[in-house]
């Protein structure tokens, strides 16, 4: 099969990362040839950019060993030795920044601003991985007994799987790779079989090339059998899962049946509220984002524009004005702001809702058709409660607008969901605008903003069906990847009546 080298000949340096040296492998530990291989195509033409080693359940067992044992050497290791690999990793991204961001684009068909974010918050997290480390790893307590020193520390759960998507498959393996490993666990991660070359090939290079030692980070390749067999693995300590709701509840079954630790970031329909005081043109601008950057295949989408009756024939005016102009085409060839969804499933999924929802009594204010892979911005206007655009996460480039008649109803709305992930409110009124922000039932919430947004340190996770309450990002990156042992110490031996 023809392959094209990472950089497609753009850039005269040799690409780092270069197919011949795992073009049919896994990363077990090692690059080590597969006995079959997952072809990755880009979604916006179809064009080949690699094969990776597709990993068997059966490959578990020896990655989970070889993991527990370079976990020990690893975790014995000092912060700042293990800080340095950080940094060098970090160092490797920065120096390969262009490539990476080619890639990004065209295996997640997403824009270049968007590569650029998702490789810049990948660097992001691994520095904040290394200032960690600096940080204090537990706490001395009151001792009961004077002549005893009674400590709480921090230390590792161990092997860590994680299971990570397609839609930003770097940053989202980052964010849990990094901080899990600095912290002195082995990780196994289990990219998205759409996304393995910049969700796995490329950190297990950078790890490799800063110089982790061997077995502390591996890559299996494959979908739901080999994410299934990861969850389940004996000596697999924890599992930290960024997907959807419905293989989340999954995960998070096997996951309990196991007694393992379990983290799960889920899908959203985060709603972006319009009060009838708000900019209008400033709140079509960010709704729009909101709902159409990477196609709307973002968690925090904007699920649901919650507008004001007063203000809603305008908002959506504007709104479907910009949807109208959006350039959509390949990202990579063309300057666009819309490009492909990932899959021809997942294009005919959104196109079921659209219409589904128009049936139902929805009006089409834009968009609403395709060009192959290429779903034009859609906004439906007069959206209800019972129709798909409501109730279901859609993950594609669609707006649906719900009217409100009066802000308690807004807020209604916003919470008529099972989800909590993130929300957003738009008004001119700061004591308006916290009113509301304060009662929709989310993890992240944004005044005067749109939906979308993550760093490093912000405390990143949902409420209801979006999570299981868990929390990424810094200072909580020390609650999910490590456990807490009591550690007392004595000179001398206490003696007892027996
Ligand atoms: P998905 O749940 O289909 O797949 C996610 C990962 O799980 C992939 O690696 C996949 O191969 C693996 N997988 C599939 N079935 C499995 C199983 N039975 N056992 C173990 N692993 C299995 O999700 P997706 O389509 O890749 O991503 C879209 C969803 O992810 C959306 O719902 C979106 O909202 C959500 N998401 C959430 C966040 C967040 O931080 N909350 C971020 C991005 C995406």
New binding site residues.
């Given amino acids: 099969m023809a392959q094209l080298s990472a950089n497609d000949g753009r850039s005269p340096a040799a690409a780092w990362l270069e197919a011949g040296r795992w073009s049919g492998k896994h990363f077990p530990g090692e690059w080590i040839a597969a006995r079959s291989t997952i072809c990755v195509r880009e979604p916006a033409t179809g064009t080949v950019l690699g094969e990776v080693g597709e990993s068997q359940p059966d490959d578990l067992p020896s990655v989970v060993a070889r993991a527990r044992e370079a976990q020990a050497g690893w975790a014995a290791k000092t912060a700042e030795e293990r800080a340095a690999i950080f940094r060098r990793a970090a160092a490797i991204f920065e120096a390969n920044r262009k490539e990476l961001t080619d890639l990004v684009i065209r295996e997640t068909g997403g824009l270049r601003g968007k590569a650029e974010v998702e490789l810049q918050g990948s660097i992001d997290e691994l520095f904040h991985s290394a200032a960690l480390l600096v940080q204090p790893e537990g706490h001395i307590l009151p001792s009961r007994h004077p002549e005893r020193l009674s400590l709480a520390r921090r230390v590792p759960l161990g092997v860590v799987g994680v ?6 498959p770097m940053l ?1 393996a980052m964010r849990s790779v990094a901080p899990a490993i600095a912290l002195g666990n082995a990780v196994i991660l ?5 996304t393995p070359i910049v969700g796995g090939v490329a950190l297990a290079r950078a790890f490799e090339d800063a110089g982790l030692p061997a077995g502390v980070f591996s890559v299996v390749n ?3 059998t ?3 067999a ?2 389940e693995a004996k000596g697999v300590r924890m599992i930290t ?8 509840r ?2 998070g079954e ?1 996951a309990g049946k196991h007694l393992k630790r379990v983290a799960l ?4 329909k985060s709603p972006f509220i319009v009060l009838d005081d708000a900019d209008l043109e400033a709140a079509a601008s960010a709704g729009a984002w909101g709902s159409y950057l990477h196609q709307g ?4 989408a904007s699920g649901r524009h919650v507008v004001l009756r007063k203000v809603a024939a305008d908002y959506v005016d504007l709104l479907a004005r910009k949807a109208a102009a959006l350039p959509v085409g390949d990202p990579f060839r063309a300057n666009v702001a819309i490009g492909p969804l ?1 899959n021809a499933k ?1 294009l005919a999924r959104v196109d079921q809702i659209v219409r589904d929802t128009v049936a139902a009594g929805a009006r089409l204010m834009a968009g609403g058709t395709h060009d192959g892979p290429f779903y034009r911005p859609t906004v439906l206007h007069d959206v209800r409660a019972g129709m798909p655009a409501y109730d279901l ?1 859609i ?1 594609g480039p669609v707006a649906p607008v719900v009217v409100a008649e009066d802000e308690e109803d807004a807020i209604r709305i916003a919470n008529d969901t099972d989800y909590g ?1 993130a929300g957003a409110v738009q008004t001119a009124s700061l004591e308006r605008g916290l009113r509301v922000a304060r009662r929709i039932r989310a993890g992240l919430v944004h005044i005067n903003d749109q939906t979308i947004a ?1 760093y490093a340190e912000i405390p ?3 409420m209801g069906a ?2 299981n309450g868990s929390r990424f990002g810094s200072m909580n990156n020390w609650e999910e990847f490590t456990e807490w042992q009591w550690l007392t110490v004595g000179g001398k031996p206490t003696r007892y009546p027996f």
């Fill in positions: 299971i990570a998507p397609w839609n930003f989202l289990k990219p998205d079989p759409q494959g979908g739901a080999v994410g299934e990861l969850v899962f960024t997907g959807s709701t419905a293989v989340g999954r995960v096997l970031e889920l899908g959203g295949q973002i968690c925090m990932i997942q996460e993950f992930l993550d990143f996770g949902g979006s999570g």
